[in-house]
C-alpha cells in the first residue's frame, strides 16, 4: 500500500533552561511593550526645561561634553553651508534673509570652536 504523505521525523525538543517559559514570556511582553506600547516611557529622564520642544529630543546623558561639542560644530558648519549655498541661488528678497540666518549661524560656530580649541583667552 503506498502512502501519499511520508511519516515525519522525530522533533521532540530536549528541555532548555534558558527556555524557561517566565523568561520567553517576560520577553515578549518587553517586546511587545516597546513596539506596540508608544505611550509607555522607555526611559526615565528628568526634564532640565518645561519647554514641550526640549522634551521631544533627547540627548543620551552619558554622552560627553566634547563629543557634543563636536556634533554641534559639524551642524553649525553645515547648516551655514546650506544658508551661503542657498542665498547664492534665490532672488534679493529671499538672498537677505538668507545672509540674516548665516550671520546667526556664524557667530555660534565661532562660539563652539573656541570652546573646543580651548581658547579661554577672552575670559577674564
Excluded at 1 to 19: E, L, N, Q, V
Excluded at 52 to 80: C, G, H, K, Q
Excluded at 84 to 108: E, H, K
Amino acid at each position: 500500500m503506498f502512502k501519499a504523505t511520508p511519516t515525519p521525523p522525530d522533533t521532540s525538543i530536549p528541555y532548555d533552561p534558558a527556555f524557561d517559559p517566565q523568561k520567553i514570556k517576560a520577553a515578549t511582553d518587553r517586546a511587545i511593550n516597546f513596539y506596540l506600547n508608544p505611550g509607555a516611557l522607555k526611559i526615565s529622564i528628568p526634564s532640565t526645561s518645561s519647554c514641550r520642544a526640549n522634551r521631544i529630543f533627547l540627548i543620551d546623558p552619558t554622552v560627553d561634553e566634547e563629543t557634543l561639542l563636536v556634533e554641534a560644530r559639524e551642524s553649525l558648519a553645515a547648516a551655514s553651508g546650506m544658508a551661503r549655498d542657498i542665498g547664492d541661488a534665490v532672488d534679493n528678497s529671499q538672498r537677505r534673509a538668507m545672509l540674516m540666518l548665516y550671520q546667526v549661524i556664524m557667530p555660534s560656530e565661532l562660539m563652539v570652536n573656541r570652546v573646543l580649541d580651548g581658547g579661554d583667552s577672552g575670559a577674564g
